[in-house]
Structures are given as C-alpha cells and as structure tokens.
T-cell receptor, first 111, second 113 residues
Framework: GQNIDQPTEMTATEGAIVQINCTYQTSGFNGLFWYQQHAGEAPTFLSYNVLDGLEEKGRFSSFLSRSKGYSYLLLKELQMKDSASYLCAVRDRTGGFKTIFGAGTRLFVKA | DTAVSQTPKYLVTQMGNDKSIKCEQNLGHDTMYWYKQDSKKFLKIMFSYNNKELIINETVPNRFSPKSPDKAHLNLHINSLELGDSAVYFC????????????FGPGTRLTVL
C-alpha cells in the first residue's frame, strides 16, 4: 500500500527559511510532487522530483532521497503570502500511475 | 482564459437528491481526474480518465458515476446523496509524460443537508 506522512502544522517568521518534511512508503515509486493550496482555493503545482537530489526554483527548493523514502520542501525568504497548505504527493506506477496525496502541512507565516 | 473550469462552484442540496458537477479543460490534456477533499483536507483520487477511457476507479460507492463525453470534459453524477458526501470536489487534468503535473479546477463545494 501507500503511506505519506508530513507534519500537520508549522509556524515560521516572515523572511526566515522553513523546511517541510515528507516521508513516504510506496511499492512503485514514480515521482514526488509538492503542491501549494491556499485556503479555499485549488492546489497548484510547485515542484517535481524523480531522481535523488535537490531541485531549485526561485525561493522554493525540493529534495528527494528515494532510498530513505524522504523529501523536503524548502521555502526561503518567507513572505506572508506563503501561508498555505503544502501537499506532498507521490505517484505510484501500480494501479495505473495514480498520485497519492498526503494530508498537507499548514504553514503559518507571522510578521 | 480559464484552464480547468468546474460548475457549479457551490452546491447545497438535500439528502437523497441526485446532482451533477461538470468539468472542462482547455489545455488539450489527455487525462482528467476527480478528487474529493474532505473536512480534514485529505485530497483523495476518485476517478481518472485518459482519452475518454476510465483508467482509475478507486473504492468509490457506485452512486458516483463519471462520464467523459470527450477528452476535454469529465462530469460527475452523484445519485442518492448522503451527508458524508459533503466535501469539496476537484477536477484536474494532466498531459502525461515524465512530470505529468496536474492542473486543478477551482473546486465545487458540495453540502448535503
């Protein structure tokens, strides 16, 4: 089966750096995604990792270690607008390449 | 231009009624999805269609029936609505390929009274 764990909530200060961790277990790993979801809105794609290592995209970076079943999303120079839920999602090739979402981490950015 | 659109945005109805939610994407994607996000914010896959063909059908009551008249549209019909069906339903689409990121519609908030 599949299992994705991430912290329920985190709080950080404007201008700081925050790291949101995600651990997963899946039998047919085929890629890991991070999505951002503001309250009352749709999820939007942030990043994708399929090979080990760090992918950087502006203020956001995502890291993957397949052997450890571990990823993190790093947000730098936090802004108030970064307050949102961050969803870790894993694509599993078994059963039709479906994407399984974690419950999300609610990030609160305070001034 | 809206990439993935859903109607209606809000739906309030009585238990036992039948309702439909429509979804359209103008991205030219081959794959479309329906997700349910409950009050605990878990986003759970319900169905996936590729080029009008059903490819993923999770453990969903058969009161839920998706229909894809063409690859740009995926509608969701729900019969005999129950209180537990109250949730936000998101439609999404993707092109496929290595990354296959999904583009989500704005969601339909369904409230069953």
């Amino acid at each position: 089966g599949q299992n994705i764990d991430q912290p329920t909530e985190m709080t950080a200060t404007e201008g700081a750096i925050v790291q949101i961790n995600c651990t997963y277990q899946t039998s047919g790993f085929n890629g890991l995604f991070w999505y951002q979801q503001h309250a009352g809105e749709a999820p939007t794609f942030l990043s994708y990792n399929v090979l080990d290592g760090l992918e950087e995209k502006g203020r956001f970076s995502s890291f993957l270690s397949r052997s450890k079943g571990y990823s993190y999303l790093l947000l730098k120079e936090l802004q108030m607008k970064d307050s949102a839920s961050y969803l870790c999602a894993v694509r599993d090739r078994t059963g039709g390449f479906k994407t399984i979402f974690g419950a999300g981490t609610r990030l609160f950015v305070k001034a | 231009d809206t990439a993935v659109s859903q109607t209606p945005k809000y739906l309030v109805t009585q238990m036992g009624n039948d309702k439909s939610i429509k979804c359209e994407q103008n991205l030219g994607h081959d794959t479309m999805y329906w997700y349910k996000q409950d009050s605990k914010k878990f986003l759970k896959i319900m169905f996936s269609y590729n080029n009008k063909e059903l490819i993923i059908n999770e453990t969903v009551p058969n009161r839920f029936s998706p229909k894809s008249p063409d690859k740009a549209h995926l509608n969701l019909h729900i019969n005999s609505l129950e209180l537990g069906d109250s949730a936000v339903y998101f439609c999404a689409s993707s092109q496929g390929g290595t990354k296959d990121e999904q583009f989500f519609g704005p969601g339909t908030r369904l409230t069953v009274l």
